[in-house]
């Protein structure tokens, strides 16, 4: 089944530079792009959906969540709201509701936040691992998070659960707990920050997780400077995310690798932290992925727009750069060629604004601006 969307109003394809076209049409058939080109030479389909003068822009790729979780933090943000500070260790409240919750219960969870993300427009999630902290608790994790989300990410090495010794859990997800999970997973990842694991542990588990055949990405450099980058970079992860506080090394070092600085600004905001330095980033040459980060601790959102906007408002972004920053290098974040653009042969991930152009998500903060999603070829909003 093929499908034209013509009269749009303005196409962003991320095709390097095309920048947004107007006049343009595009044809959908099964789960891919077949062909893009002015309107007037459009080819006939099956279907033709009339984008009535909207934005036609790539499904957001949200390349960090962590949805499989129970429990509720709400205090925990009230504290914050209230002066207190984030920690690491707000983590461990959500892994004891999570050991305590049923798989059907898990399930649920991560089935519901996927579906109130495409809802708004995002055709492809990550999500990770790392509330169980047991092997039985992260092999069912993982499970779930397959079953439900585009990509998973094991990240038993997210807090050393308390009660236990750094060195003794190490050793655990580095063997058992990595010989159960990585055959349900594409990606490992690292919590390497202060109340976390160093510099030391986190090279071990990435390398641990790296003989076993997984990609890595990193959670580094989110409460202070520290050795994330560094080693997200020297061991080629795909991306290392947060990134708020950089040295001038950081951002060089970025810069002249081909690790994705995954950008998280609605977790900055909702931890009181400053935002990430895009700009520098930007300036210096990296390539900036954004997310939602959507977890019950840090960042309880699901709105890629969101992010979008306050890197337009507030980080300094352009518009082009914030939308390709939340689609098509989240894609490069993944690994993936075929998400976060609409080239042909491109996955048919769609999204249309009831807007005129791209620019009314900043424009028009925090007003819900998606109008149809095509998610793997299939209208599934
Ligand atoms: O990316 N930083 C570590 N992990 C999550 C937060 C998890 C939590 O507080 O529950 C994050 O922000």
Redesign the pocket.
């Known amino acids: 089944m093929s499908t034209l969307i013509t009269n749009i109003g303005e196409l962003t394809t991320n095709e390097p530079g095309e920048g947004r076209r107007a006049g343009a049409a595009l044809v959908l058939d099964g789960d891919r792009v077949v062909w893009t080109g002015p309107a007037a030479s459009a080819p006939a389909a099956d279907e033709r959906f009339d984008a009535g003068g909207r934005a036609v822009l790539p499904g957001w790729v949200d390349s960090?969540t962590?949805l499989v979780?129970a429990g509720d933090?709400t205090a925990e943000f009230e504290a914050r709201m209230a002066g207190r500070a984030?920690t690491?260790g707000?983590?461990a409240t959500?892994v004891d509701a999570t050991r305590a919750a049923t798989d059907d219960e898990l399930a649920a969870t991560v089935r519901r936040h996927v579906a109130e993300a495409v809802a708004q427009g995002t055709t492809h999630v990550e999500t990770k691992t790392?509330?169980g902290l047991t092997t039985a608790d992260e092999l069912r994790s993982a499970r779930i998070a397959a079953r439900y989300a585009d990509e998973t990410t094991f990240l038993g090495a997210?807090l050393v659960p308390p009660g236990s010794a750094a060195d003794d859990y190490v050793a655990l997800v580095c063997g058992e707990m990595l010989d159960a999970v990585a055959p349900h997973v594409r990606w490992a990842d690292v919590?390497c920050?202060r109340g976390?694991f160093d510099a030391d542990q986190s090279r071990a588990v990435l390398e641990a997780a790296a003989a076993r055949g997984l990609g890595l990405r990193v959670?580094g450099n989110?409460l202070g400077e520290g050795p994330g980058v560094r080693l997200a970079v020297e061991l080629g992860a795909a991306s290392v995310?947060?990134c708020t506080y950089l040295s001038a090394a950081d951002v060089e070092a970025l810069a002249g690798s081909n690790t994705v600085a995954t950008l998280?600004p609605a977790?900055d905001l909702s931890?009181r932290q400053s935002l990430a330095p895009a700009r520098a980033l930007l300036d210096a040459g990296a390539t900036v992925a954004l997310a939602s980060?959507c977890?019950?601790?840090?960042?309880y959102t699901t709105s890629m727009a969101y992010c979008v906007t306050t890197a337009v408002l507030q980080m300094r972004m352009t518009v082009e750069e914030a939308v390709y920053a939340a689609t098509r290098a989240g894609g490069i974040a993944l690994d993936r060629d075929d998400i976060g653009h609409l080239a042909v042969g491109a996955r048919a991930d769609v999204h249309v604004l009831d807007a005129p152009s791209t620019t009314h998500l900043a424009y028009r903060p925090g007003v819900p601006l998606t109008h149809a999603v095509w998610r793997k070829g299939e209208r599934v909003r």
Do not use: K, M, V, W
Request: glycine residues 10%.
């Open positions: 960090h962590h979780f933090r984030y690491a707000g983590i959500t790392g509330y997210h919590f920050e976390a959670h989110q995310d947060h998280l977790c931890t980060n977890n019950p601790g840090s960042s």
